[in-house]
């Protein structure tokens, strides 16, 4: 066992110690899940045949005697856990979701157990402050002279309505400008509490953003495009989305060239590649694109421009377009190198 894990391994057990009776050491582990799944008032009075209402006072004076205990300096094996997650949350911005906490201490990707461990500690030391997991926020852990739970949850709700009033992700900087940190680090640190917000190729957005937060492949194709901004064929977009920090990457080719022709959003410009409409591409043969450009123009053009025009919105060969300029049911040429609508 590492140096890391055996000083909150100590500081767990040491806690653990300072609660007299069997059965209150029993509601407070299984509560936090400190051995195995956390459980719930109603699952733990069933256990101990006793009700919820019962399980929640006893477990809430086991923490107020947790943290008295800890005040006064009587579980000597915590101040050791408590300078060492206040020294890696120093690093990570002064607060942090447990989760990445977590994995930091431990240098590794932690289990549900290590987590709940230092999420107990968390709770009763007297350097720290907890933020508890709910719909809107992650379960969290945060130096406390940098605020209370309250005053956390402020934070990130402050980062949420700045992001929603701007209707687009922003960049740390840009956040940065907006808000009043000591460093981008810090506002990172905080969003990453909110479950509200989501982030992806460095920057942040509502979760329920595609751009930040893609659920399926279409969203994800979506993503790749956007920052390639730029028509790409499918294998690239295939390999760009399983090298990516996408969630459920692993898609076969040819799922995304079915999604791609699928979706409006996305349009075929030439053979095998892809862009996006809202680029001014649209969909079409190239005597349908043909057609349009010279309808717009209102008049005849001439064989270059009709080809320069093409070639704009469409990823072809020269010769392609002009093969299709010899269509005289669609088209006439009404002098040596000029064309109108037939």
Known sequence: MDQNAEILKKAI??????IEQDREREIISRRFGLKSNKQTLEEIGEMLSIT???????????LIHLQV???????PELAAAEKLLVRNLTEMGRV????DLADKVYNRDTSAVQRAGIYFIATFAKN?????ENDRYNAAVGIADYGDSLELRERVDKIVEVIQKNKEPMTLDQLDNVLDYEHPDHIKAV?????????????WGLAKWPSVNPRNIRDKIFVILESHKQPMHFSEIAAEIKESNFKRKNVTVQAIHNELIKDPRFVLIGRGIYALSSWGYKKGTISEIITNIL???GKPLSREEIVKQVLRTRKVKETTILLNLQNKKLFKKIDRNLYTLA
Request: no cysteine.
């Open 13 to 18: 057990s040491g806690s653990l110690k300072i």
């Open 69 to 75: 205990s800890a005040e006064e300096n009587q579980i």
């Open 191 to 203: 969003a990453s509490i909110s479950k509200l917000l989501a982030t992806l190729n460095g920057v």
């Open 295 to 297: 309808e717009n123009a």
């Open 128 to 132: 720290l402050t907890v933020v508890e």
């Open 52 to 62: 919820r209402e019962r399980v929640r006072q006893l477990e809430k004076a086991i």
């Open 96 to 99: 942090a979701k447990l989760s």
